[in-house]
T-cell receptor, first 116, second 112 residues
Framework: AQTVTQSQPEMSVQEAETVTLSCTYDTSESDYYLFWYKQPPSRQMILVIR??????QNATENRFSVNFQKAAKSFSLKISDSQLGDAAMYFC?????????????FGKGTKLTVNP | ETGVTQTPRHLVMGMTNKKSLKCEQHLGHNAMYWYKQSAKKPLELMFV???????ENNSVPSRFSPECPNSSHLFLHLHTLQPEDSALYLC???????????FGPGTRLTVL
C-alpha cells in the first residue's frame, strides 16, 4: 500500500519570503499523480498544484511550484513571495493511476504560519 | 450553487441519535467520496462511489451507512455513534481523470 509522509508538522515563514514544504511517498507503481492541497482555518480544502509522475517537468502555478524527484520519491512544495493568505494546513496526496476512481492517500499535513 | 456543498456544517448529536449528512456536487463528476478528518491524523478515506455504485468501503463500522441515489448526491447516515467518531467529515467529488478531488466545506460532527 502507498504511504505519504510529511515530516514537518509545522513551518513558519516571513511575509514575502520563500518556504519549502517536504513530502515523501512510498509506492511500487511507476504511473501516478501527486497533489498538494491547502486547507485554510475553517475553510474549504482546495487543490494547489498537481504533478503527473510521467512528466519530468516540475509543475508550477503562479507562486507555487514543486520539486518532483521521482527516483527519491520526493515531492516538495515551494511557496515564493509568501502572503498572509497562504497560512493554512498543507496536505500532500498520492493518487494511483490504476483503477477508475481517484482514491487519494494523504499525508498528515504541515501547518504553515506566515508572519507579517 | 457551484462546486461541492455539504449540510449541515455543524452537528451535535447524542450516541443514541440518528442523523444524516448530505453532500451535493454541481460539477458533473462521476465519483464521490466520504473522508474523515481527525486531529493529528491523515484524512481517512471512508467510502467511494463511482457512477452511483459503491466501489470502496474502507473497513468503516456499520454505524456509518452511505447512500448515493445519483451521481450528484451522497449521504452519510449516522446511528449509535461513539464519542471517538467526532471529527470533520469531508465530501469530495472527482472526474476520475487524475485532475484531483474537489472538496466540500465539511460537516463538523460532535458526538456527546
Amino acid at each position: 500500500a502507498q504511504t505519504v509522509t510529511q515530516s514537518q508538522p509545522e513551518m513558519s515563514v516571513q511575509e514575502a519570503e520563500t518556504v519549502t514544504l517536504s513530502c515523501t511517498y512510498d509506492t511500487s507503481e511507476s504511473d501516478y499523480y501527486l497533489f498538494w492541497y491547502k486547507q485554510p482555518p475553517s475553510r474549504q480544502m482546495i487543490l494547489v498544484i498537481r504533478q503527473e509522475a510521467y512528466k519530468q517537468q516540475n509543475a508550477t502555478e503562479n507562486r507555487f511550484s514543486v520539486n518532483f524527484q521521482k527516483a527519491a520519491k520526493s515531492f516538495s512544495l515551494k511557496i515564493s513571495d509568501s502572503q498572509l493568505g497562504d497560512a493554512a494546513m498543507y496536505f500532500c496526496a498520492y493518487r494511483s493511476n490504476q483503477g477508475g476512481s481517484e482514491k487519494l492517500v494523504f499525508g498528515k499535513g504541515t501547518k504553515l504560519t506566515v508572519n507579517p | 450553487e457551484t462546486g461541492v456543498t455539504q449540510t449541515p456544517r455543524h452537528l451535535v448529536m447524542g450516541m443514541t441519535n440518528k442523523k444524516s449528512l448530505k453532500c451535493e456536487q454541481h460539477l458533473g463528476h462521476n465519483a464521490m467520496y466520504w473522508y474523515k478528518q481527525s486531529a493529528k491524523k491523515p484524512l481517512e478515506l471512508m467510502f467511494v462511489y463511482n457512477f452511483k455504485e459503491q466501489t470502496e468501503n474502507n473497513s468503516v463500522p456499520s454505524r456509518f451507512s452511505p447512500e448515493c441515489p445519483n451521481s450528484s448526491h451522497l449521504f452519510l447516515h449516522l446511528h449509535t455513534l461513539q464519542p471517538e467518531d467526532s471529527a470533520l467529515y469531508l465530501c469530495a467529488s472527482s472526474q476520475g481523470t487524475g485532475t484531483g478531488h474537489f472538496f466540500g466545506p465539511g460537516t463538523r460532527l460532535t458526538v456527546l
